[in-house]
């Protein structure tokens, strides 16, 4: 009778009993970890390997590299001088890449070279690449250094920082993984550890008034009738043509908005707000017939969302409104240019502090967008149809990404949160009339914002807001303490992607090379704190300066 109890009772907890955790649950232990595998991860992984720590590197999808493995294959420069260490080792992996014979399958080297105008000849380094050719370029780096790295790791945004007292101690993942440090690098392009940890951040446009600025805020865009919005990046105006309809019925209001144009009132120029310059996908494109994917009109077209840019160009506008710039083996770097592009303005304001599913809807809802897009300009008869003609030469390619229709994973996150550390680097910095006394990098490119909304004019036709384009004489110093939190709330935490710093210098700041340079520096001072048992704050900048400049980092 016992015996038969005894059973009964085991029967019980085997079926009530929850099923255990499918993940291993285990703890790893490093001198640094560093979540994010971006371009500053990997390199901020690479220095810290070299300076003979132990290193985790945690990527949340299952691709290294962020936009540079993602597309963006037209590194935006500025000053070719101003990138040194890590980042040039890696320009100059890609020169070296694209020397191997075997690494030219659907063109020939000589005929990329006379049509490219990014590489000169004589330079030691590329400038141009594949996604698929800088992956294997990280993955050849990473392979040479003593780096653990793992895959498909989810910070538990919710309750996964562990802290003791001003120091992170732990942080956990989604998967039920643990990993704990002496450091720790947030290298992600959102910011989520920084914002897991208590770090102050902020979101959005600064007020011109808070620093001191005039190109932060809102920006309204011309609408006198002789412009057509102003020439802008390469020459290029990215609003619509003078007099474009919002309306469904044109000139009906009460038949409502076209989709995508914000129904408020403008703020007035220099306003802060919220809002977030608009994301896409860096398409990598291909006129090669055995490796083109045709552009496919995605399920849940609808040529409604699509009225803005039909009628753009029954206003004038007669080129094809997205970049082709030319990368090896006749593919592309495809990118935002014109009033209506593929640039999903305004679709990307929740980003930033959305859940990770929220991102995976967003992203999606972008990618949808484009290959709408794509499909309209490849087909619908209200294109001019030497555009038609042209667009419908191209495609996604075969041999890039993982997804069956040619697609990325990555997008083009191009600003999200915002760390408020212990300086914030403004317009003031990137003009040198204010100058970083503790630089640990150069940044040299324009002051340079996407558009950030639509709205309709006082005229009652429809313009984009937010785009910035200001150029820069010189390249200029990027403070160490723009990377740092404030010494009050945390310790042990380095942010060499979402930084310390204005809506508009962010804007100039915000590129991959750059990224690489302030991820090498950012382990650097990591290693100096844990070899000098000092807070991040605590690192004496002029043993990390000499760290830098041996390593070839390029601080002046």
């Known amino acids: 009778m016992i015996l038969s109890r005894i059973f009964i009772f085991i029967l019980f907890l085997f079926f009530v009993s929850p099923a255990p955790d499918s993940s291993t649950g285990t703890t790893e232990t490093a001198d640094i970890v560093i979540y994010g595998g971006t371009s500053a991860g990997v390199a901020a992984a690479i220095q810290a390997s070299r300076m003979g720590k132990k290193v985790i590197l945690l990527e949340p999808t299952k691709r290294l590299g962020g936009l540079t493995t993602g597309g963006l294959g037209q590194t935006d420069i500025g000053n070719k001088q101003a990138i040194g260490g890590i980042a040039r080792e890696f320009y100059r992996n890609v020169q070296k890449y694209y020397n191997d014979p075997d690494n030219w399958k659907w063109q020939e080297k000589s005929e990329y070279m006379r049509m490219q105008r990014k590489t000169d000849p004589h330079e030691d380094a590329m400038w141009t690449f594949e996604p698929s050719a800088a992956l294997k370029i990280y993955e050849e780096m990473i392979a040479r250094e003593n780096i653990e790295v793992r895959y498909n790791q989810r910070l538990d945004r919710q309750g996964g920082v562990e802290r003791k007292g001003k120091r992170i101690t732990a942080i956990s993942m989604l998967s039920g993984e643990s990993y704990t440090a002496k450091m720790f690098i947030d290298a992600t392009y959102e910011g989520d550890l920084m914002a897991s940890a208590g770090v102050s951040y902020t979101v959005g446009r600064e007020s011109n008034n808070v620093y001191g600025e005039n190109l932060n805020g809102v920006q309204p865009s011309d609408t006198s009738r002789n412009l057509s919005g102003g020439k802008s990046r390469n020459g290029i105006s990215h609003n619509f043509e003078y007099g474009v309809d919002p309306y469904v019925v044109r000139g009906k209001r009460a038949s409502g908005l076209l989709p995508y144009i914000n129904p408020a009132k403008i703020s007035s120029t220099g306003t802060g707000d919220k809002k977030v310059q608009a994301y896409c996908f860096r398409m990598c494109l291909t006129d090669h017939p055995d490796n083109r994917i045709p ?79 794509m499909w309209t300009l490849a087909n619908n008869p209200r294109v001019p149809a030497h555009i038609r003609n042209e667009v419908s030469r191209w495609g996604t390619t075969k041999d890039e990404f993982e997804r069956e229709d040619g697609w990325q994973q990555q997008l083009y996150v191009r600003e999200a949160r915002r760390m408020t550390g212990a300086y914030v680097m403004t317009q003031k910095n990137c003009e040198r009339i204010a100058m970083a006394e503790d630089p640990i990098g150069l940044a040299a ?112």
């Open 295 to 373: 552009f496919e009109k995605p399920d849940n077209y609808d040529t409604l969302n699509y009225e803005l840019l039909l009628r753009n160009f029954e206003a004038g506008l007669n080129r094809i409104p997205f970049t082709l710039s030319r990368m090896p083996n006749r593919k592309t770097d495809s990118n935002n240019s014109g009033g209506f592009s593929t640039d999903f303005i305004g679709q990307n304001w929740d980003y930033p502090e959305a859940s990770y599913d929220e991102r995976e809807k967003i992203a999606e809802a972008h990618r949808n967008y484009q290959k709408g897009l």
């Open 445 to 556: 490119y324009t002051m340079d914002s996407h558009n950030v909304q639509r709205y309709v004019t006082e005229e009652g036709f429809v313009r984009n807001e937010g785009n910035v384009e200001s150029g820069l004489k010189t390249p200029y110093p990027i403070s160490y303490r723009s990377l740092v939190p404030k010494a009050d709330e945390c310790t042990n935490l380095l942010v060499p992607v979402c930084l310390s710093a204005s809506h508009i210098a962010y804007g100039s700041i915000r590129m991959e090379p750059v990224f690489m340079v302030l991820g090498q520096s950012a382990a650097t001072a990591a290693a100096l704190a844990i070899d000098g048992r000092k807070t991040v704050q605590g690192v004496n900048y002029n043993q990390l300066k000499a760290r830098l400049l041996r390593d070839g980092q390029r601080l002046e």
